[in-house]
């Protein structure tokens, strides 16, 4: 009779499964679902590339549940015996912490209610749950916070654990219930204040200054890498001076805020500019203290608050420690799927959705500007960088009403997230010139294909920058709060530095070739070919807006505080100092030509030496910038040109040589010139100014 009774209990169980677990694709097409996961064989068949999705209702799911923990106490009864152990292995995955590993032959048996909440089901993040460093995890895959792609073994199991919960007709409910949840929504475990053992950490500035320092991060830093869940740290923000039970607040988001503080620090009137630095060192360091005492479990709230260490960290001596904290992000946001394309992840509220699109291109922005700025590959591959969608232009504001992002608000007022989505975008043409013209291994390559290359890539910077909308044009009539003002200022200095970028290899190709500013001595109408005749024109273009962005900083920045409608300090350092090596070329062309000099290469060159002596007061960077290009323009004597009527053709030689020299690492045969590296200014902290300014060793500061 048990074979009979058997066969009664699978053939019901087999009906509802194609109708109860049809994903929603086939519902739609209203096409027969064998209810396979991740994808069902109707939809292979179909060639539909994304995973299907499963809806499942209360009144379906809440039976199956019970029904499931009917059958597998007497499933042990089905005289089948080589099916045995995988039944055990399907109990394991259907209720984790049964047993520690795979094929554990005893495990204690078990009862789910058939009225359990989905998220009681989940196991908590900072207990063991069967996770291996090579395997992935052993247990069900549905129950850990962190993602494993279809590579790793636990995929693999978890097929198998489909294959087979098909055979037998169960726990498909179990799994589609437990994959509807969102990842993001499982609970976290978090220390509070009030289990912390370091009572200084509690502290807080005065609120006058803490005011100050927070409204300085929201306008002037989170407006451009809005990767904070802004109203939740602001309501815990609010309450640190009003509620009673503010000690018990979790310390990720504590550490968050002392983070804004460190950053506001850089952008504060309310701070000298010699005290910006040390102030902000000590918030950071109560930080990174506050983080540390929380562990590692995966959560992206502490992928937020890397994200904000390396932000700040840039404006540091600290370059390793930088590159490792952005390298932690990335690996951290990639275990919890967020690199993952949207058809993926479940239905979510606009908030959830637009904050994991914020932190991905996040982490890829700080992923490209670092290994760029230290001449590393980077850890995000290129086709990773749209496997999420850019964020929309939608304001934290209208999370609840809106749903199609706008540069223009529903209350008629310019979007603060339009400005990120453009900066966002630039970065990624940025990224094509880093990639294609200064990190190709292919250096052997053919002035005529990388002109081509640099005209593609200008084509679209050239789009990218009609295509802003009117109250992110530097220079529009309407009138602009400073937020706005100052996302437009940034904007334009970085298409400024990434035209810069762009030419710069053809400017260098034009002065090996033997060019001068007027472009006479290479263009010759009847013999030169046309990629000859475009290299003094690209020249020109890259000294023309050399100037230009010299002086957006001659006009904006307060001699007084160093402060403005302008990037941060540490990217305003590069940003000169990079127009200025362009303008040192331009005025030894001219030099060495013996013309009549351009009055706004003088202007342009004088007034960079300003801007990086104001900068001075904030970072020790400039004031190493403004003792190279001095040393530099008087080496070529830029300021007596009569010297270059007295010496010899070979001395002539031998300087230029020396300039065109600034495009690669400096050698150390040359003891007027310091070993240093364009690309190494931002980061020029790191080096003593004695070192920097000698042939002496460079002591690493640790």
């Known amino acids: 009779m048990e074979p009979h009774t058997t066969s009664q209990i699978h053939a019901p169980r087999r009906k509802r499964l194609k109708i109860a677990t049809a994903c929603l694709r086939c519902r739609r097409r209203k096409v027969k679902c064998d209810g396979v996961r991740p994808a069902c064989g109707a939809c292979r068949r179909s060639h539909e590339e994304a995973d299907c999705i499963y809806e499942n209702g209360a009144a379906v799911r809440e039976p199956g549940l019970a029904r499931f923990s009917d059958e597998s106490r007497a499933a042990p009864r089905v005289p089948n015996a080589p099916i045995q152990p995988f039944l055990e292995a399907a109990k394991d995955y259907a209720y984790p912490g049964l047993c520690s590993g795979l094929g554990a032959s005893t495990a204690p048996e078990r009862t789910i209610p058939s009225a359990i909440h989905p998220l009681q089901l989940n196991r908590s993040p900072s207990e063991p749950h069967g996770e291996d460093s090579?395997?992935?995890?052993?247990?069900?895959?549905?129950?850990?916070?962190?993602?494993?792609?279809?590579?790793?073994?636990?995929?693999?199991?978890?097929?198998?654990?489909?294959?087979?919960?098909?055979?037998?007709?169960?726990?498909?409910?179990?799994?589609?219930?437990?994959?509807?949840?969102?990842?993001?929504?499982?609970?976290?475990?978090?220390?509070?204040?009030?289990?912390?053992?370091?009572?200084?950490?509690?502290?807080?500035?005065?609120?006058?200054?803490?005011?100050?320092?927070?409204?300085?991060?929201?306008?002037?830093?989170?407006?451009?890498?809005?990767?904070?869940?802004?109203?939740?740290?602001?309501?815990?923000?609010?309450?640190?001076?009003?509620?009673?039970?503010?000690?018990?607040?979790?310390?990720?988001?504590?550490?968050?805020?002392?983070?804004c503080f460190a950053i506001g620090c850089h952008y504060s009137n309310l701070l000298s500019p010699k005290d910006r630095m040390g102030t902000s060192d000590d918030f950071y360091g109560r930080a990174k203290r506050l983080y540390q005492k929380t562990g590692d479990i995966p959560s992206y709230e502490r992928v937020t608050c890397l994200l904000l260490f390396a932000i700040y960290l840039q404006s540091t001596k600290h370059v390793f420690q930088c590159w490792m904290t952005v390298g932690k992000a990335i690996r951290m946001a990639q275990s919890l799927g967020v690199h993952l394309p949207e058809s993926t992840i479940y239905l979510e509220s606009v908030r959830d959705r637009e904050y994991k699109r914020r932190i991905w291109h996040c982490c890829v922005w700080l992923d490209r500007v670092l290994s760029s700025?230290?001449?590393?590959?980077?850890?995000?591959?290129?086709?990773?960088?749209?496997?999420?969608?850019?964020?929309?232009?939608?304001?934290?504001?209208?999370?609840?009403?809106?749903?199609?992002?706008?540069?223009?608000?529903?209350?008629?007022?310019?979007?603060?997230?339009?400005?990120?989505?453009?900066?966002?975008?630039?970065?990624?043409?940025?990224?094509?010139?880093?990639?294609?013209?200064?990190?190709?291994?292919?250096?052997?390559?053919?002035t005529k294909r990388r002109l081509i290359r640099i005209l593609e890539i200008d084509s679209k910077l050239q789009m990218w920058n009609r295509a802003l909308p009117e109250h992110l044009q530097l220079g529009a009539t309407a009138t602009r709060d400073f937020l706005v003002e100052r996302q437009a200022t940034v904007l334009r200095a970085r298409f400024l530095h990434a035209r810069i970028l762009l030419f710069r290899p053809a400017l260098i190709s034009y002065c090996v070739r033997g060019g001068s500013t007027s472009g006479t001595e290479l263009f010759d109408a009847n013999n030169s070919s046309l990629a000859e005749a475009m290299l003094p024109e690209c020249s020109r273009i890259c000294f023309r807006v050399a100037q230009e962005l010299i002086e957006i900083y001659d006009r904006h920045l307060s001699r007084q505080n160093a402060l403005g409608p302008l990037p941060n300090w540490w990217y305003s350092v590069l940003y000169v100092y990079n127009a200025t090596m362009m303008i040192l070329v331009e005025r030894f062309l001219e030099a060495k030509d013996g013309i009549v000099k351009d009055p706004k290469a003088y202007q342009a060159w004088h007034a960079a030496l300003r801007v990086l002596k104001c900068y001075s007061m904030v970072g020790d960077s400039a004031k190493r910038c403004v003792a190279l290009l001095e040393i530099l323009c008087e080496r070529f004597s830029l300021d007596q040109p009569e010297r270059f009527s007295q010496q010899q053709q070979n001395e002539i030689s031998q300087d230029w040589d020396s300039l065109l020299a600034m495009s690669n690492p400096f050698t150390a045969n040359d003891a007027g010139i310091p070993p240093f590296s364009f690309d190494d200014f931002i980061w020029s902290d790191a080096m003593p100014a004695e070192a920097m300014l000698t042939d002496g060793p460079i002591e690493p500061r640790m």
């Open 134 to 259: 090579m395997n992935g995890i052993i247990g069900d895959p549905a129950r850990t916070r962190e993602v494993y792609g279809s590579s790793s073994a636990s995929s693999f199991i978890q097929q198998i654990q489909t294959a087979i919960n098909f055979k037998l007709g169960i726990a498909h409910q179990i799994t589609g219930e437990l994959k509807a949840i969102p990842r993001s929504r499982s609970p976290c475990p978090q220390t509070s204040l009030s289990n912390c053992e370091e009572p200084t950490l509690f502290l807080l500035p005065p609120k006058g200054l803490a005011d100050g320092l927070i409204g300085a991060y929201w306008d002037n830093n989170w407006a451009l890498y809005p990767v904070i869940n802004r109203r939740k740290i602001e309501t815990i923000y609010d309450s640190l001076w009003t509620s009673p039970t503010s000690a018990n607040y979790p310390l990720i988001p504590m550490s968050i805020i002392n983070i």
């Open 373 to 446: 700025t230290l001449g590393r590959p980077g850890m995000i591959p290129k086709w990773l960088f749209n496997s999420v969608p850019l964020p929309s232009m939608i304001d934290d504001e209208f999370f609840e009403t809106q749903d199609i992002g706008s540069p223009i608000r529903p209350d008629g007022q310019p979007c603060i997230m339009a400005g990120a989505v453009k900066a966002m975008e630039l970065y990624q043409i940025l990224d094509e010139v880093l990639v294609d013209l200064y990190l190709n291994p292919n250096d052997s390559e053919d």
